[in-house]
């Protein structure tokens, strides 16, 4: 008997994906899930995790995409959305609606997040931002 899917089965381990500096921000480090390749890019799943303390942020931005969630999984990071600053620490989840105006300005050493998106080459617009964004949070390792 034989079975077409829409979509293919994957097992990513840890030791089969590195983390690499080759994302959508310098200075975050992005670790493929394998999700993309198995959906035909309908959805990318990836790890992203800080690589340098923040200094400018991401910008203002939007992105041009179906569905986007964010889950914190170690650390966290401030993020603004529209005019209102929040706080996504470890266990949180986030899902930023379509198109919706955001700013991550701040983050902790050791964060951490698992990021999905559909569709996988989503695009990220700059835009004009609502309002100022606060200061950002010194890294210890940083003043030293």
């Given at each position: ?54 200094e ?24 603004m ?48 931002g ?15």
């Open positions: 008997m034989s079975t077409e899917f829409a979509t293919q089965f994957s097992h990513v381990r840890p030791q089969d994906t590195s983390y690499v500096d080759q994302g959508l921000r310098d200075f975050f480090l992005y670790r493929d899930l394998g999700i993309a390749q198995a959906t035909d890019g309908k959805v990318l799943a990836q790890l992203v995790k800080a690589n340098h303390a923040p400018q942020g991401t910008g203002w931005h939007r992105h041009e995409a179906d569905f986007h969630i964010v889950i914190m999984l170690k650390g966290w990071a401030r993020f959305y529209g005019d209102k600053e929040t706080l996504v620490a470890a266990g949180d989840c986030v899902h930023q609606a379509p198109g919706i105006v955001h700013y991550l300005f701040d983050y902790s050493e050791d964060m951490e997040y698992l990021e999905i998106v559909s569709p996988a080459d989503f695009k990220s617009l700059e835009v004009e609502p309002c100022d964004v606060p200061a950002v949070t010194p890294w210890k390792s940083v003043e030293a």
